[in-house]
């Protein structure tokens, strides 16, 4: 059922369709957040009631629902859950869409979209403007794999635990705490994967020799995963700043995420078949 969950929302999150809000608003889990909130209070009890409640009774229906029908409804729910969870619109389309315009030579066009849906502004053509970008989609794609890997480890409820976590995290700074180190810890494994997954589809040689004594460290920016990109595509030839040059960049950056997302749903179809 997980496998087939996944494989239903890559499909749809690739689909050219009018989705509705609650699929699409970029602070839907924040606006989740605000709702418990204004009920319960922040900090932690809010943690407790929003994030940690609802992923256990996800957990729990997992359990007990069976046979046909029960896996049926448990396919519905995950398949919403996670297009919830992951949005409706995928980061893939998006970059094919630059990608297109940047092709037509439409700077203007592509920037435009740029900010629409990375919220990256400035001038294409200019490097600081395209490694901006490129740190965008890159964290935007991590924070994709780590919820694959909870949706294919642990379920629909496992994804909601890591993605709202984060998202508590993010507007409750002051109060965080240990829900710091969790997420740290649910974030580590997928990070990590989706490193090794770099380096099978790319340089392999290479990108082990840039995270030798960096598989420990629990934080993988944006910053830092660029850099592996970047060792990973060793044999191609880098973005000096000029905007056909930074289109080369992107379209191998997104054809090496394409390849790990393959190597991914091959190794889903292993561990659910395995587990």
């Known amino acids: 059922m997980k496998f087939l969950v996944l494989i239903v929302v890559l499909g749809l999150r690739r689909l050219d369709i009018s989705?509705?809000?609650?699929?699409?608003?970029?602070?839907?889990?924040?606006?989740?957040?605000?709702?418990?909130?204004?009920?319960?209070?922040?900090?932690?009890?809010?943690?407790?009631?929003?994030?940690?409640?609802?992923?256990?009774?996800?957990?729990?229906?997992?359990?007990?629902?069976?046979?046909?029908?029960?896996?049926?409804?448990?396919?519905?729910?995950?398949?919403?859950?996670?297009?919830?969870?992951?949005?409706?619109?995928?980061?893939?389309?998006?970059?094919?869409?630059?990608?297109?315009?940047?092709?037509m030579n439409d700077p203007d066009g592509f920037a435009a979209l740029a900010q629409d849906e990375f919220a990256v502004t400035g001038t294409p053509g200019q490097g600081d403007y395209h490694q901006a970008l490129s740190q965008t989609i890159l964290e935007r794609e991590q924070q994709l794999f780590v919820a694959i890997f909870w949706l294919v480890v642990l379920g629909p409820g496992a994804a909601?635990?890591?993605?709202?976590?984060?998202?508590?995290?993010?507007?409750?700074?002051?109060?965080?705490?240990?829900?710091?180190?969790?997420?740290?810890?649910?974030?580590?494994?997928?990070r990590k994967l989706l490193v090794l997954s770099m380096a099978l589809a790319g340089d392999f040689t290479a990108v082990m020799d840039k995270m030798r004594g960096q598989w420990a460290n629990p934080d993988q920016q944006g910053e830092q995963l660029l850099a592996v990109v970047k060792v990973a595509?060793?044999?191609?030839?880098?973005?000096?700043?000029?905007?056909?040059?930074?289109?080369?960049?992107?379209?191998?950056?997104?054809?090496?995420?394409?390849?790990c997302v393959a190597i991914w749903l091959i190794l889903a179809a292993i561990w659910i078949i395995v587990a």
């Open 233 to 259: 595509l060793e044999d191609v030839q880098m973005s000096d700043g000029a905007f056909p040059s930074a289109l080369d960049e992107l379209e191998s950056m997104q054809g090496l995420l394409l390849r």
């Open 160 to 190: 909601f635990l890591v993605v709202l976590n984060r998202a508590w995290l993010n507007l409750a700074q002051q109060d965080a705490g240990w829900q710091t180190t969790l997420d740290q810890l649910l974030c580590w494994p997928g």
């Open 19 to 103: 989705w509705p809000h609650w699929l699409v608003d970029g602070q839907r889990h924040r606006a989740w957040l605000k709702q418990w909130g204004n009920r319960t209070g922040a900090g932690q009890w809010l943690w407790w009631l929003a994030v940690a409640l609802p992923a256990g009774v996800f957990m729990v229906l997992e359990c007990w629902l069976g046979g046909f029908w029960g896996q049926l409804v448990l396919l519905a729910l995950g398949i919403a859950l996670m297009l919830w969870l992951v949005g409706g619109q995928s980061e893939f389309r998006h970059v094919d869409e630059l990608l297109v315009r940047g092709r």
